[in-house]
């Protein structure tokens, strides 16, 4: 664990806010030099607390218009099947996110789709035929906001 001083939460809201921002931009934001900022920057990465920047894409504006969380269990359980069926999930490219949860469902998927009747190709035709799947239980995006993560 990592101890934050006000400098790192605030650099790490701002990188939350917009992680496209120049090291200079950010120390402008900061009232810092930007070789501060570019030090703090190097030290949370080398700390694993930056773990990685991506870009966030507007599916809806790609055309895919319906966001579904599958929660799945599995018929069978071991070491085998997991792996199975983590490494058949993965190749399916509606299927965004994987979390393997502990609770009523081994699984908890995010799948998008283009509308409900393209959902419902994806869910016959690659979900319900994965190696190991029992139960599956559909729950349709309605809204979303993103907040912050807990930076203090």
Do not use: C
């Amino acid at each position: 664990m990592i101890e934050l001083d006000d400098l790192d939460r605030n650099l790490l809201r701002t990188l939350v806010a917009d992680a496209t921002l120049s090291a200079g931009e950010i120390a402008r934001r900061l009232g810092r030099s930007q070789p501060a900022i570019w030090r703090r920057v190097k030290r949370l990465e080398g700390a694993g607390v930056l773990a990685g920047r991506w870009v966030d894409l507007d599916l809806e504006k790609l055309g895919f218009g319906v966001s579904v969380f599958l929660g799945v269990k599995l018929a069978t359980k071991g070491r085998v099947s997991l792996e199975d069926f983590e490494r058949a999930v993965n190749a399916i490219p509606e299927v965004r996110m994987v979390e393997h949860v502990l609770g009523l469902y081994d699984y908890r998927l995010r799948v998008v789709a283009r509308d409900i009747a393209d959902f419902e190709r994806v869910l016959r035709r690659r979900i319900m035929t994965l190696p190991g799947v029992g139960d599956v239980e559909a729950n349709v995006l309605l809204s979303e906001e993103r907040l912050p993560g807990p930076i203090g």
